[in-house]
């Protein structure tokens, strides 16, 4: 029986253990972003105030052609979660409205713990559809003293 758990976590610690790693060193955290076609521009615009574990919060996402020109009348869909963990976002976050040209409101963002995520967008318009990938980093809020 003690071979039979001692195996067991022989594999479970070191799973366990990369699973609460450091986000890698070289994380690519910009918030603007080509996608992989090269169809859109996109930057994503976190709310001014980092939002706290487990609160929803509310973003922006700017979407434009390579040249600049606002993309109006998209549909964007939002997947995401923390690569490192193997699990998704704790919500289903939706583009709601465009608030301007080209500007969208994402709203039931939600980040359950500290860490690496990743927010993915897949947006559809009359210039075609193509998909991009964020990189954030959730950090224990700090207390003024």
């Not at 976190?46 to 109006?72: F, R």
Request: a neutral charge.
């Amino acid at each position: 029986m003690y071979r039979f758990f001692a195996s067991i976590f022989s594999v479970l610690i070191p799973m366990l253990t990369a699973a609460c790693a450091a986000p890698p060193a070289d994380l690519d955290l910009a918030l603007t972003r080509t996608t992989v076609d090269k169809t859109f521009v996109v930057t994503l615009q976190p709310p001014t105030t980092p939002a706290a574990i487990n609160q929803i919060h509310t973003w922006q996402i700017k979407v434009a052609s390579p040249s600049g020109a606002p993309i109006s009348h998209a549909r964007i869909a939002v997947d995401g979660g923390m690569p490192q963990h193997g699990h998704g976002l704790p919500t289903r976050p939706q583009a709601t409205q465009e608030m301007a040209e080209g500007i969208y409101l994402l709203e039931g963002m939600k980040f359950s713990m500290t860490g690496w995520w990743e927010i993915k967008l897949a947006i559809q318009s009359a210039q075609g559809s193509d998909k991009v990938t964020f990189n954030t980093v959730v950090a224990e809020p700090t207390v003024a003293r």
